[in-house]
């Protein structure tokens, strides 16, 4: 019981300094305060806007140029999970934000993962909700292509609706980012299972993953015919899916889908 309770405070104080570091973060973003920033992100980090999909020096570039000034960021909602050292952070925020010489107000849902390196807490991943279809995403070495056949996989269990291989697939905290809303591994499977949402076919235009030792962030483009409320909708999406190798085996801690505009 002692070590139950140890190990609940420690994960709460995690999480209390990951939600602590996520609203840090959104003030270093409006102050263009780029050695803390530079600090923050991983080398090998992905950032997923509304133009585009890019890395840590372009976005670096971006904020201290102000071609992009994340002047406020009101945050509404903040969900955390842990898993090992490995933080995935949700939060629900309206962003004010200067954009070629015209202020504009947005709501979006983001998606942050972070891992803690050396004793810190670097972020791997920034993905917002809403994003243009102008995404190029360089393709993947052959050490990913285990990662990119195991996604593949996996929209193929979800249009079977094999909810076996997806028990196995999906980690116990996971959780899922749809237009409908959040939610955990269970009813995610339920949905699946129950034809609430029919995955009939992922058509995938492009893919890429970045390995970040035990940590795998995979990026997709998509279009997705989806059966919903017994009528058949097609919808282009990017899929931010993040991969934690637990016991020799990847299984999915998060999958958060953006829909694009066309």
Same mark, same amino acid.
């Given at each position: 019981m002692l070590s139950l309770q140890c190990t609940l405070a420690q994960e709460s104080k995690v999480?209390?300094?990951?939600? /602590? #570091?996520?609203?840090?973060?959104?003030?270093?973003?409006?102050?263009?305060?780029?050695?803390? *920033?530079?600090?923050?992100?991983?080398?090998?980090?992905?950032?997923v806007h509304m133009s585009g999909t890019w890395n840590k020096?372009?976005?670096?570039?971006?904020?201290? %140029?102000?071609?992009i000034w994340y002047k406020k960021a009101d945050v509404h909602g903040v969900e955390v999970e842990v898993f090992d050292d490995t933080a995935i952070l949700w939060n629900r925020?309206? #962003?004010?934000?200067?954009?070629?010489?015209?202020d504009?107000?947005?709501?979006?849902?983001?998606?942050?993962i972070y891992k803690k390196i050396g004793g810190s807490w670097k972020m791997l991943d920034l993905t917002f909700s809403k994003a243009r279809?102008?995404? !190029?995403? /360089?393709?993947a070495? %052959?050490?990913?292509?285990?990662?990119?056949? *195991? %996604?593949?996989?996996?929209?193929?269990?979800?249009?079977?609706?094999?909810?076996?291989?997806?028990?196995? #697939?999906?980690?116990?905290?996971?959780?899922?980012?749809?237009?409908?809303? %959040?939610?955990? !591994?269970?009813?995610? *499977?339920?949905?699946?299972?129950?034809?609430?949402?029919?995955y009939k /076919?992922?058509?995938i235009h492009e893919a890429s993953v970045e390995v970040m030792d035990d940590t795998a962030i995979l990026l997709n483009r998509i279009t997705l015919l989806a059966v919903v409320g017994g009528k058949e909708v097609t919808?282009?999406?990017?899929?931010t899916e993040v991969y934690k190798k637990s016991g020799g085996t990847w299984q999915l801690g998060s999958m958060s889908f953006t829909k694009l505009l066309q």
């Open positions: 999480v209390q300094e990951i939600q /602590q #570091l996520s609203r840090m973060k959104w003030q270093w973003m409006a102050d263009k305060n780029i050695a803390e *920033l530079d600090q923050l992100f991983h080398d090998q980090s992905k950032f020096d372009r976005e670096l570039e971006i904020i201290e %140029s102000g071609s925020i309206t #962003l004010t934000a200067h954009v070629r010489g015209n504009v107000s947005n709501e979006f849902t983001v998606t942050e279809d102008t995404h !190029k995403i /360089q393709p070495t %052959s050490a990913e292509s285990k990662l990119l056949q *195991l %996604s593949k996989d996996k929209w193929q269990w979800m249009a079977d609706k094999d909810v076996e291989k997806l028990k196995g #697939l999906f980690h116990e905290q996971s959780n899922f980012v749809h237009m409908g809303g %959040s939610w955990g !591994k269970q009813r995610e *499977l339920d949905i699946i299972e129950s034809g609430n949402i029919h /076919q992922a058509e919808n282009p999406f990017m899929v």
